[in-house]
């Protein structure tokens, strides 16, 4: 196996691409630095100075106004300057390519970049391009590519589960949805298997499933009701708006009739059972809203996670 | 009466919506702080560290480049971090409601938000669900709703002129235009009044009076040469694109002969009258050049006095 | 001769418009500034309080992601505020003249615009009006307007050649490509001109050659062979796109064949000739990917020392 292109040669992290391959200890080390930088976010001046005068890019080569707004708002919690840089309506209209793009933005003396793109690899490709140039101290993040991987949405996830369950040896999660879509599914599932949950299950119709999953380390359920049955985590995803109507589903309807998180079904979880989610949600059709805004939805405090789990992949990156 | 929704159990401020039924005291208390940044923006350091760490959110669901800029520089000086999200354009794309954006900028540990929207109510709308979910820590600003109010804009245009009149217990205040579609007419009317102004005139054909304006305490002209006899300060309003070639007006070259201030017709005023507009300005529509750049026109202080507003408007409700 | 409006009475820089008439004492006074600059970027804290409470707006009347970044990430590293506005999409498609822009964003209290415009000569607009109206306090850099003038990056091309070079009066610099539509060429043939640089060439196909060139005392090439014949520096300017297929070249894969820089072409010059481009680069069809990532191009470093370069200008003027 090559070796981890995330890591340097002391095992540190020096880019967040993906969770697979991650060791143990690293998963832990950015929860555990989250966990501080959750009261930095309840204090009235919510600042600390470990990036100040680093600049960090947001290159959003695909929109997403509220993934880049955590990035910018835990990128500025820790002093950075922040540059917000929407590529698909700029260089790449003038013919720039990916890596002169960032070859230019690099020769700025960028110290960051937080990057979405709806090709997956492109965050690899571009740690790739910054190690073949020599230039290692600078940092990427993946904020999400193509169908591959959402790493920091993976942990926040983890960080979620932590503070709930505390370990996660002892627990059953349940992910429902259109996992063979989903770079959060992909990104939970190396995460928990990582971490040492014995048991992932994942739940959605056969279309959307994903065929290496068993070999992921997971049960997979086409019965929710099923699946449901006395876990202590349900992770639900959100339903693309473009699968709704095509041919891989039926309707928005039948989809929330057969897979909809509704109050009856959430009670065969066990009692306990917490409800996530990555947002933005469709209610009524992945999740219907008695159990979006009932108690045992988490899915706000994932939210707020979220901003800690960022400033502390950033800060762990970029503040050393 | 219920109780005001702008202001805590100590009467003291808790969010900015409208001006209509704000107790004078708030709002020369507002005036008041005003004043203190006036002398902030001229100093060469135009920063004061009231809002250090706070994070103001400029929700525009609809565009508005000049008011959201005006907000974004007084929250730079009162050193918040500001987040632009331009909401049109990004997560209401995709499905989500107002108020789930609302409780995910929340869970963020926003501290303020900066409203604008094309309906009326919606700033309203989201201090209510603030409040029912218990997080009146969060301060809403209204940064105009439909033809509803923009309290902000009122609040200047009252500094400009208790600037410039010092006593409002003594002016004849008219106000020019399309009040029928005007948030800026109806915040300014509610200021004045409530400020003791005892003769609050508007002006405007029949078409773009609404049926109100007398309950509202004010005088009703069609005849602009009658209506501007003798007044102290002369509000015109900007005549909105959309009504020019439409059912309500015949052109604008018509309503340049009927209502739009010359300086003939500002001769009608009082020789120190002074006139002011809420920009940008249609030059040849509502108003003559020679007027807009004359010596009575106080349009740029007003935009200069806007910003100390906002300052205090921000300071007060956050700073505390 | 009438005084140069971008100095004030005691010949200091007060606007940056144009390197045409700079002095020599003024652009040597920048490149010696930007040196300073160079060092704070390289340090962990790349942040000099100079323009602290310091508002600059980037006007952009024309899209340009790039050249914006670049003014932006400069005013931070100078701690000022920064306000983006995209001009093009707001105010004035209310109809609000330029000059009325201006205005209220300096009764905003902005003490500096950097301005890109499409028509030439905007930004001289700009600085007499503020002239014409007693805010010489304000400060305007020109960030590209039209084919006139792009003074920061000719500067940014000064320091580069000055740095690998070191003496210009010793220098051949040849510049290849569409002149007749480069405001970077007529920045640039200023600049060395002043600097006294004894051979300025430019190389081009007649229809992309401006018919004043050997007034401004460059020799003409169309012969790219001759011209590149024993020059110390090459800057190649960007082919726009809509030049490509249109009349004045028959296409892309034609003027490569003509006018690209292949390391064939490059070894004509000076063994230690230097290679430089204002990006973005068109890889084959103005330069080979050969060149452009070879060992004389310094098209990199010209992005560094541009934010130098940038910094300098915008110190020198907002921060006495």
Known sequence: MLPNPQLNQHGELQHLLTIEGLPKEVLTHILDTAASFVSVSDREVKKVPLLRGKSVFNLF???????????????????????????????????????????????????????????SGAPFLIAKHLRDTGREHVHVVNAGDGRHAHP???????????????????????????????????????????????????????????????????????????GLKDVDVIIMLRLQNERMNGAL?????????????????LALAKPDAIVMHPGPMNRGVEIDSAVADGSQAVILPQVTYGIAVRMAVMGILGGS
């Open 249 to 265: 589903l039926p309707s928005a309807q039948e989809y929330f009739k057969s897979y909809g998180l509704t109050p009856e079904r």
């Open 61 to 119: 080569f695909e929109n997403s106004t509220r993934t880049r707004t955590t990035f910018e708002i835990a990128a500025k919690r820790l002093s950075a300057d922040v540059i917000n840089l929407n590529i698909a309506a700029s260089s790449t209209s003038k013919g720039e390519s990916l890596l002169d793009t960032i070859d230019n933005l690099t020769a700025m003396q960028a110290d960051m970049f937080v990057v979405r793109h709806a090709q």
């Open 152 to 226: 920091t949405q993976g942990l926040l996830d983890m960080y979620t589960i932590r503070h709930y369950k505390h370990d996660f040896t002892k627990l059953k999660v349940a992910i429902v949805g259109d996992v063979l879509h989903s770079r959060v599914a992909r990104s939970d599932i190396h995460a928990l298997v990582t971490l040492g949950v014995p048991e992932v299950r994942v739940i959605g119709p056969h279309t959307l499933l994903a065929s290496n999953l068993e070999q992921m380390g997971v049960r997979v359920f086409t019965d929710i009701n099923q």
